[in-house]
């Protein structure tokens, strides 16, 4: 198949024309249950109709004007940000590394205004997913990212999450602040402890560092909190979130306590589309539904409902499954078969679910679905988990 696009995307040989909620539905009336969200994009699910009505609303009256004007409704998304969150400050962009690039420049920065220069390194951690622009892929140093992109971009140390030794003896003279992913997205859904949150902080605070969190994928209600770190009580000085905030419009923010951003005075930094009128009306909207009372006990309600029978499901089928892991609706399942046959499978069920690092896929539904679809969701990987069991004792059987 010859395609006008760049080859960087194994594509799934699959068009949708149509979502509503949790359904995707091809052009010949196939129905798919979303389970992947577009990655933790669409966090309310297809069409929702307060985004349709934000979006064509502002559709009708401005696009863009650029950041050299004021943009009200960009004022009232920040101010709703910061009212919801530690930080006071909000600087938009248009994607989720873009988000982790402003963290970056703003600690270094940070540094620099102290008259410290020469801090620029951050720490970051195995199996970390920050991004694909070249200080991102840096930062999040996986091999396969980096390979033949030319010298990796300095100042990024990377430790084990469950190394504390390795990370206290990686703080040094040069250090700036440490990153990492309240829960690891891409490497696996691995949630990181709430303790060793605390821990980052406190060392943060004994070196002077700052802790910057990407919550690009769990942001905005995703593990069941407005934002993952609250399940720890610690705060950082930076957040980087995008994915879901935008329900699907691309939309992207790095949050910062003034002191953290005090180097970023104007002219430091910029961006000629983050935050234009169409994102930001789609952003407000989506806050108007997540910040809702009782909406995130909605989420943590069907969360306990998937991880309990999906534990069930572990039980019934060791062979498939090992692990359930996660937080809220970002779940993952690791597996002891290849997660791309699971997920081939799961497609055949007309089942989306995205694969992750370290052999699991991801469940990502958007928070918006309701205990029915849910349970549906969970005959369709009970279906699959008993086919591709069934399929193994058979190649068992043929072997023998
Ligand atoms: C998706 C993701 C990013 C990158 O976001 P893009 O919008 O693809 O640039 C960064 N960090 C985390 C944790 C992510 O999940």
Same mark, same amino acid.
């Given at each position: 198949?010859?395609?006008?696009?760049? =080859?960087?995307?194994?594509? @799934?040989?699959l068009? &949708?024309?149509?979502?509503?909620?949790?359904w995707?539905?091809?052009?010949?009336?196939?129905?798919?249950?979303?389970f992947g969200s577009?990655?933790?994009?669409?966090?309310?699910?297809?069409?929702?109709?307060?985004?349709?009505?934000?979006?064509?609303?502002q559709?009708?009256?401005l696009?863009h004007?650029?950041?050299?004007?004021?943009?009200?409704?960009?004022e009232?998304?920040?101010?709703?940000?910061?009212?919801?969150? &530690?930080?006071?400050?909000?600087?938009?962009?248009?994607?989720?590394?873009?988000?982790?690039?402003c963290?970056?420049?703003?600690?270094?920065?940070?540094?620099?205004?102290n %008259?410290?220069?020469?801090?620029?390194?951050?720490?970051?951690?195995?199996g970390a &997913?920050?991004?694909?622009?070249?200080?991102?892929i840096?930062?999040?140093g996986?091999?396969?990212?980096?390979?033949? !992109?030319?010298?990796?971009?300095?100042?990024?140390?990377?430790?084990?999450?469950?190394?504390?030794?390795?990370?206290?003896a990686?703080?040094?003279?040069?250090?700036?602040?440490?990153?990492?992913?309240?829960v690891?997205?891409?490497?696996? @859904?691995?949630?990181?402890?709430?303790?060793k949150?605390?821990?980052?902080?406190?060392? /943060?605070d004994?070196?002077?560092?700052?802790?910057?969190?990407?919550?690009?994928?769990?942001?905005?209600?995703?593990?069941?909190?407005? !934002?993952?770190?609250?399940?720890?009580?610690?705060t =950082?000085?930076?957040?980087?979130?995008?994915?879901?905030?935008? %329900?699907? &419009?691309?939309?992207?923010? /790095?949050?910062?306590?003034?002191?953290?951003?005090?180097?970023?005075?104007?002219g430091?930094?910029?961006?000629?589309?983050?935050?234009?009128?169409?994102?930001?009306?789609?952003?407000?909207?989506?806050?108007?539904?997540?910040?809702? =009372?009782?909406?995130?006990?909605?989420?943590?309600?069907?969360?306990?409902?998937?991880?309990?029978?999906?534990?069930?499901?572990?039980?019934?089928?060791?062979h498939?499954?090992?692990?359930v892991?996660?937080?809220?609706?970002?779940?993952?399942?690791?597996?002891?078969?290849?997660?791309?046959? !699971?997920?081939?499978?799961?497609?055949?069920?007309?089942?989306?679910?995205?694969?992750?690092g370290?052999?699991?896929?991801?469940?990502? =539904?958007p928070?918006?679905?309701?205990?029915d679809?849910?349970?549906?969701g969970?005959?369709?990987?009970?279906? @699959?988990?008993?086919?591709?069991?069934?399929?193994?004792?058979g190649?068992?059987a043929?072997?023998?």
């Amino acid at each position: 198949m010859t395609s006008p696009l760049l =080859p960087t995307f194994a594509r @799934v040989d699959l068009q &949708f024309e149509q979502g509503q909620g949790v359904w995707l539905a091809t052009r010949d009336g196939e129905r798919y249950l979303d389970f992947g969200s577009g990655i933790a994009v669409n966090s309310l699910g297809h069409a929702h109709p307060h985004l349709v009505e934000a979006l064509t609303r502002q559709a009708g009256k401005l696009w863009h004007t650029s950041n050299l004007f004021r943009i009200p409704e960009g004022e009232r998304l920040a101010q709703r940000l910061v009212d919801n969150s &530690f930080a006071d400050q909000v600087f938009y962009t248009n994607s989720g590394a873009e988000a982790l690039e402003c963290a970056i420049k703003m600690a270094r920065k940070y540094h620099a205004a102290n %008259g410290q220069p020469e801090r620029y390194r951050i720490i970051t951690f195995e199996g970390a &997913f920050h991004g694909r622009t070249l200080a991102t892929i840096a930062a999040g140093g996986q091999a396969k990212y980096l390979e033949g !992109f030319g010298p990796k971009v300095d100042g990024f140390d990377q430790v084990r999450v469950d190394d504390a030794e390795a990370l206290k003896a990686a703080i040094g003279p040069a250090t700036a602040a440490i990153l990492i992913e309240p829960v690891q997205g891409e490497g696996g @859904v691995r949630v990181v402890p709430p303790a060793k949150l605390r821990e980052l902080r406190k060392l /943060c605070d004994e070196h002077g560092l700052l802790l910057i969190l990407d919550e690009v994928q769990t942001g905005v209600g995703r593990t069941g909190k407005l !934002f993952a770190h609250e399940w720890s009580g610690v705060t =950082p000085d930076i957040m980087a979130i995008a994915k879901g905030i935008g %329900g699907g &419009f691309p939309l992207g923010a /790095c949050l910062s306590t003034l002191e953290a951003g005090k180097g970023m005075t104007a002219g430091t930094h910029g961006t000629t589309f983050g935050g234009n009128p169409l994102a930001v009306a789609v952003g407000n909207a989506v806050l108007d539904v997540v910040l809702a =009372p009782g909406f995130l006990d909605h989420v943590n309600q069907i969360s306990l409902l998937l991880r309990q029978r999906l534990a069930e499901l572990r039980d019934r089928f060791p062979h498939i499954i090992a692990e359930v892991r996660g937080e809220g609706l970002l779940l993952g399942l690791k597996l002891n078969v290849p997660n791309t046959s !699971f997920a081939a499978a799961a497609l055949d069920e007309r089942l989306i679910l995205v694969g992750a690092g370290d052999n699991t896929v991801r469940l990502l =539904p958007p928070l918006t679905i309701t205990e029915d679809e849910a349970r549906e969701g969970l005959a369709r990987l009970e279906a @699959v988990a008993g086919r591709l069991q069934r399929e193994a004792r058979g190649a068992a059987a043929g072997a023998a």
